[in-house]
Structure formats: structure tokens, C-alpha cells
């Protein structure tokens, strides 16, 4: 997730705001915080050892990307104020429902130590 994040943050960085694979608007905030949220996650994942901390940011971004993107969806349909596309907030929803899934079946079959 981390790695595909610092990826889509870069490629929007060249590409400024276009459109990215013609698909998504991208714009400056969004690439810094897709490196900043992928940086995180490839840190949690490749450069430290503590699983629950992992788990933890997991969930953390997880939800964040969630309402994000839900909260595209509500400000877009009842308001028309999101500068998301419908496929952004199916991405951000997409990356938030993956990030959970991750962190809660990465949890499965681990001993707490008490």
C-alpha cells in the first residue's frame, strides 16, 4: 500500500494536475499527502519491527482514507463542493476498506504477550 501510494503521490508530481492513467484529478495536496501517508505505511511495513504499530497506522489511515472518500461522495451529491472525481472517492473508500482488511487479518493468528 505505502509503495503504490508513494508511486501515485510522484507520478501526480510529474503530471501536475492532469488527469492520472485518465482516470483521476490529482492535485498538489493530494500528491504530498499520498506520499506522506505512503511513506508512512512503507516505514511501517519495510523499516520497523513492531507489528501492533503497524496495525495501529494501518487502521488509522484506513479510516481516514474511508471518510474521505465517503465524505466526497455526501459533499459531492448533496452539496456539489467536493473537487473529487467519482473515481477518486471510489479510490479513497477503495484504499480505506484495503488498509482495514489488512490490518485486522494481519492481526488473526498473533498471541498477545500479557
Same mark, same amino acid.
Not at 501517508?37 to 523499516?47: D, R, V
Given at each position: 500500500?505505502? =509503495?503504490? !501510494?508513494?508511486? *501515485?503521490? %510522484?507520478?501526480?508530481?510529474? #503530471? +501536475?494536475?492532469? &488527469? ?38 494501518? =487502521?488509522? !489511515?484506513?479510516? *481516514?482514507? %474511508?471518510?474521505?472518500?465517503? #465524505? +466526497?461522495?455526501? &459533499? ?39
Amino acid at each position: 500500500m505505502g =509503495v503504490l !501510494l508513494i508511486l *501515485v503521490g %510522484l507520478a501526480g508530481l510529474v #503530471l +501536475g494536475d492532469q &488527469l492520472l492513467l485518465g482516470i483521476l484529478i490529482i492535485t498538489i495536496p493530494r500528491h504530498l499527502a499520498h506520499l506522506l501517508t505512503g511513506g508512512l505505511l512503507a516505514y511501517l511495513g519495510f523499516g520497523q519491527a513492531d507489528e501492533g504499530l503497524a496495525r495501529t497506522a494501518l =487502521v488509522a !489511515l484506513g479510516v *481516514v482514507y %474511508l471518510l474521505v472518500g465517503m #465524505l +466526497g461522495f455526501v &459533499l459531492s451529491a448533496l452539496l456539489g463542493l467536493s473537487s473529487y472525481g467519482v473515481e477518486d472517492n471510489i479510490i479513497q473508500v477503495l484504499v480505506g476498506i484495503l488498509s482495514l482488511a489488512v490490518a485486522f487479518i494481519s492481526g488473526r493468528g498473533t498471541t498477545s504477550r500479557a
